[in-house]
């Protein structure tokens, strides 16, 4: 739609930033493959604790390192509208909120935050044009194709122990 072409622009743009953490086929700048001469850099605090919780404390809890909390992965954006709610822990419910979000500069702030979260301004319409832009990368056939279902029977334990079922 022309939402969505205005939307691309808007978030490939230097005031959104958008891009430098999602970027790519997948949106994403997880890259690291075997063998591959460059560390994984696609770890990045949010902002959204000023402290993070013992129960989501990020990378730290892998590396031990102080620089690492709150670090987490950078989701891809492949289907991003029917995965809420948003950031690793849920407490974002919709797109629109995780744009309010990134356009306040984070929520609590953190001594690690990304320096790319500082906030925008942003109109309504903008808003809703980087929705459709993100609506755009949903893949309905993806979705709908039952070679991507899952492979396990009602009754078996690793469907009934989920989580979120």
């Given at each position: 739609?022309?939402?969505?072409?205005?939307?691309?622009?808007?978030?490939?743009?230097?005031?959104?930033?958008?891009?430098?953490c999602h970027q790519g086929v997948l949106f994403?700048?997880?890259?690291?493959?075997?063998?591959?001469?460059?560390?994984?850099?696609?770890?990045?605090?949010?902002?959204?604790?000023?402290?993070?919780?013992?129960?989501?404390?990020?990378?730290?809890?892998?590396?031990g390192e102080p620089g690492d909390a709150g670090?987490?992965?950078?989701?891809?954006?492949?289907?991003?509208?029917?995965?809420?709610?948003?950031?690793?822990?849920?407490?974002?419910?919709?797109?629109?909120?995780?744009?309010?979000?990134?356009?306040?500069?984070?929520?609590?702030?953190?001594?690690?935050?990304?320096?790319?979260?500082?906030?925008?301004?942003?109109?309504?319409?903008?808003?809703?044009?980087?929705?459709?832009?993100?609506?755009?990368?949903?893949?309905?056939?993806?979705?709908?194709?039952?070679?991507?279902?899952?492979?396990?029977?009602?009754?078996?334990?690793?469907?009934?122990?989920?989580?979120?079922?």
């Open positions: 739609s022309e939402a969505a072409k205005r939307g691309e622009q808007l978030f490939f743009d230097h005031r959104f930033e958008c891009y430098h994403t700048d997880n890259f690291q493959r075997e063998g591959s001469p460059w560390v994984e850099t696609g770890f990045h605090n949010t902002g959204l604790y000023a402290e993070y919780p013992a129960s989501a404390p990020g990378r730290i809890e892998i590396t670090l987490f992965r950078t989701p891809s954006l492949r289907n991003v509208t029917v995965t809420a709610p948003y950031m690793h822990d849920g407490s974002i419910p919709d797109l629109r909120a995780v744009l309010a979000h990134y356009a306040n500069g984070g929520r609590e702030g953190h001594a690690n935050q990304d320096g790319m979260i500082v906030g925008f301004d942003a109109t309504e319409t903008e808003i809703n044009d980087i929705i459709a832009f993100l609506e755009s990368l949903t893949d309905e056939a993806f979705l709908t194709n039952p070679a991507h279902t899952d492979p396990w029977p009602d009754d078996h334990p690793a469907r009934i122990n989920r989580v979120n079922p």
